[in-house]
């Protein structure tokens, strides 16, 4: 079985007795509590196998937690593969699959001993009393939470630890989940009844009689009753109460823009359905993989949607992927208004209760369809026929925290085991994916032309070199404030892209020149003006505005860069009588608040939209005609071999929100380098002249698709111990590549300070390997990872592998 609160390197599959009175219940998949190491410490853990052998000297199970098996043997078969493929633990992998609010958690409670029986107040001192009967009252365990409250004790109290001491109390370790089911309270009614029923309680059998079965609050409701008036019923034998499971669901918004009509397709999107539904009868295994590739608002959202149709009509369930909360919404709204209640949704913004009842339904088979964001890849979907991954290229498929998943290999893996089909869709696929269709191993299809009338947005770049003036920070130059002015005047909508929140972006002094930054990270606080105060972005650190500077005392702060907060301001200032909607983490925290915001959005409540890139992709509002792009060129030169491309496919997709509809579109990009070609690929949204350039690129320099990337990170609170670290980690990679894998092709790059050298407090140094990642490779990796945590001199330091990171740290 795995066992939580392993490390890696010395986690693997641990052998435990199952004691005869819990055979029954023991089998692979469920979960249980061991005893674990030198102390016994109890914790929990999943069983993987039983071998039916009998051996002497194993610790025995403690005990069973559930009353079924939570996991099949597929997803455990996973779990084994994703230790493999991104370094984790077993159970790091076993958790991304079982929603939080069913994950337990052992906690440390007490109870009064068995064998104890002298109650002689005598005997014992106040407080001990309190607590002996504290806990013969409760008749159960209590927890030292409990303990805390009612009586004002901590754990380490003299008189609480001379009772634990002498045995008249005991330890236990409660196993506890975070959310429980939900049950509404119904009562049906016992026919036959000839018992004497006062006034009032002949109306309610009455009730009964006719409804047959009801909730006990709708029972009350409409008779008027109480609820003592139903246990009397009951307990007359007149009517019975039970629980009924009911499931916590999503708030849902349904958009005027989605109608009653039936989805109908263009030719050329008949054409692909087509192409698509016969590679999913007729695709060989290992080659069930496609790409859809279509210009934005060619409608590739439909043609997926008539494949889950065709799909689900061969009894197999589907999981459909978005990148951000921001895209699910809307697409929400269109697969319930086309599959209505078999559609579950998972992403982050949900209550624990809500999503561990989504699970339970796709589970169960009650739902059909999950769709979410990277978590989705784990629904535990019955019969699974088709797994969607829209917009593919976006980088939140890739966990930046272990395990260190790809959500889309997580997806072809699913799909390779279960004889699935996977579709991949984009307007900017990534290159490797592109890359790989080219060279056959998906299959590729594209949709050229926008859907119906709809046509492309007329793109126009805007030299800022020109329009801004020294001193000045201005967010819109003069040619998009005419554009924006013009849109507003005509009755449409606009959408403005900053992707930078905050109103100034950072501070500096004017008389020392330094910038002020963040206590616990080599980077520049932010200034936030809905809360008065400098923030920063990677640790949440705060202080309020400051006047003097911290470093020499001078008043001569300056505030430099813009945030959405302050391209807001600037709007409204440009626009006064324009109702203004800012989208970015900070404006849209509030539960459901996104879901809200871009339904009034919608109905046209709205006149201007900006945000970050949340409002840059999937969203579909046929009265938007203008996009502006302001710093178009921000991403432009980061220091990532993904620059490129990730500002091509930002801007081809924000420009691509524009003339969805009947009217025509435009987009403004402002830049202070528009002859770069990247820029103007993307006005003209030649994806395929972008790709093709990035591809020669790529290959000179040896990256992805040409090779793969591993990035070793080293974390440590010192910063010469976490450098020293990576060093000797390079050393010890040396040794063993030269006695035992010198075969292995790789290119190995010397440590270097992470991009911000310093996050929450701890140095961050990285080693990036350049090589292909086989089975032996990660075998290599897995053996050094192991042995360069028993090196007693970097203790103090973590170490961790990233196969292909989005990001470079």
């Keep these: 079985m795995a066992v939580e609160n392993t490390v890696y390197h010395f986690d693997k599959l641990f052998t435990y007795l199952v004691p005869e009175y819990l055979t029954v219940k023991v089998e692979p998949g469920v979960r249980v509590t061991v005893p674990f190491g030198a102390g016994n410490r109890e914790r929990v853990g999943i069983v993987f196998s039983l071998n039916g052998e009998e051996s002497s000297g194993l610790k025995p199970i403690l005990s069973v937690l559930d009353r079924e098996p939570i996991l099949d043997c597929n997803a455990l078969e996973m779990a084994v593969w994703m230790k493999k493929r991104y370094f984790c633990t077993l159970f790091e992998a076993v958790k991304l699959m079982i929603p939080a609010g069913l994950q337990f958690r052992l906690k440390d409670s007490y109870v009064l001993s068995t064998e104890f029986t002298n109650f002689d107040r005598e005997c014992y001192d106040d407080l001990s009393w309190q607590i002996i009967m504290t806990m013969r009252a409760a008749g159960r365990a209590v927890s030292m939470e409990k303990l805390s409250s009612d009586i004002g004790i901590k754990q380490e109290c003299p008189e609480f630890q001379r009772l634990l001491k002498n045995g008249v109390i005991c330890r236990v370790n409660l196993a506890t ?438 409002v840059a992709k999937g969203l579909d509002f046929e009265n938007v005609t203008l996009v502006g792009v302001l710093s178009a060129d921000q991403t432009l030169y980061s220091d990532d071999f993904r620059s490129n491309e990730r500002t091509f496919d930002l801007l081809t997709q924000v420009v691509g929100r524009a003339g969805r509809g009947k009217l025509p579109g435009r987009a403004v990009i402002q830049t202070f380098v528009p002859e770069n070609p990247v820029l103007h690929l993307a006005a003209k949204q030649d994806y395929f002249s972008f790709a093709k350039r990035e591809l020669a690129y790529r290959k000179a320099l040896m990256y992805p698709p040409f090779a793969d990337l591993l990035v070793i990170g080293v974390v440590g609170g010192e910063d010469n111990l976490t450098r020293l670290a990576a060093e000797r980690f390079l050393h010890e990679l040396g040794k063993l590549v030269e006695s035992e894998y010198q075969q292995l092709p790789m290119r190995v790059l010397r440590p270097s300070p992470a991009a911000i050298a310093r996050v929450s407090g701890k140095y961050r140094y990285k080693l990036i390997i350049k090589c292909r990642n086989s089975p032996k490779f990660r075998e290599m990796i897995a053996r050094l990872l192991t042995e360069f945590a028993g090196i007693k001199d970097f203790q103090r330091v973590t170490v961790y592998a990233d196969p292909n990171p989005d990001r470079i740290i």
């Design 177 to 614: 989940s975070r959310a429980r089911d939900a049950v509404s309270k119904m009562v049906r009614l016992i026919p036959d009844f000839s018992g004497k029923l006062t006034p009032r309680q002949k109306d309610v059998y009455q009730v009964l009689t006719d409804a047959g079965e009801v909730s006990e609050k709708e029972l009350c409701y409409f008779t008027g009753a109480s609820p003592a008036v139903v246990r009397a019923l009951a307990e007359k034998g007149a009517a019975e109460i039970f629980q009924y499971e009911v499931y916590r669901r999503p708030e849902t918004f349904v958009s005027d823009s989605v109608g009653a009509d039936a989805l109908t397709l263009s030719e050329s999107q008949q054409q692909v359905l087509e192409e698509l539904t016969d590679e999913y009868e007729n695709a060989v295994e290992g080659s069930r993989c496609a790409l859809l590739y279509g210009v934005t608002g060619s409608g590739k959202t439909s043609v997926f949607l008539k494949l889950i149709e065709y799909v689900l009509a061969k009894g197999r369930g589907v999981i459909v992927m978005v990148p951000e909360i921001s895209l699910t919404p809307q697409t929400l709204q269109q697969f319930q208004h086309q599959f209505g209640d078999q559609v579950a949704v998972f992403h982050s913004g949900l209550s624990l209760g809500e999503r561990m009842d989504e699970w339970k339904r796709v589970r169960r088979g009650k739902a059909k369809i999950a769709v979410g964001t990277r978590s989705a890849v784990f629904a535990p979907v019955q019969n699974l026929g088709l797994i969607v991954i829209d917009e593919e290229q976006e980088h939140t498929y890739k966990s930046e925290s272990s395990p260190r998943y790809d959500a889309r290999e997580v997806a072809r893996y699913r799909c390779s085991s279960s004889n699935a089909f996977c579709l991949l869709s984009s307007a900017t696929p990534s290159v490797e994916t592109f890359h790989m269709a080219r060279e056959g191993k998906f299959r590729f299809h594209k949709l050229e032309d926008r859907f119906g009338l709809a046509t492309m947005p007329e793109v126009e770049l805007v030299d800022m070199n020109w329009e801004d003036h020294p001193g000045s920070e201005h967010a819109v130059g003069m040619s998009l404030g005419e554009a924006l002015l013009e849109n507003f005047q005509q009755g449409r909508q606009s959408i403005i892209l900053l992707n930078r929140r905050g109103y100034h972006t950072f501070a500096s002094c004017r008389s020392c020149r330094e910038v002020i930054k963040c206590p616990n990270c080599s980077i520049s606080l932010t200034y936030h003006t809905a809360n008065h105060r400098l923030m920063c972005h990677y640790c949440g650190y705060s202080v309020p505005l400051m006047k003097k500077c911290p470093s020499c005392g001078s008043e001569s702060i300056a505030f430099r860069g813009l945030g959405t907060q302050k391209a807001e301001e600037q709007l409204k200032e440009l626009l006064p009588e324009a109702r203004i909607l800012r989208v970015d983490t900070d404006s849209m925290s509030g539960r459901y608040s996104l879901e809200r915001r871009l339904e009034e959005f919608a109905r046209g409540e709205y006149d201007v939209m900006v945000g970050t890139q949340m």
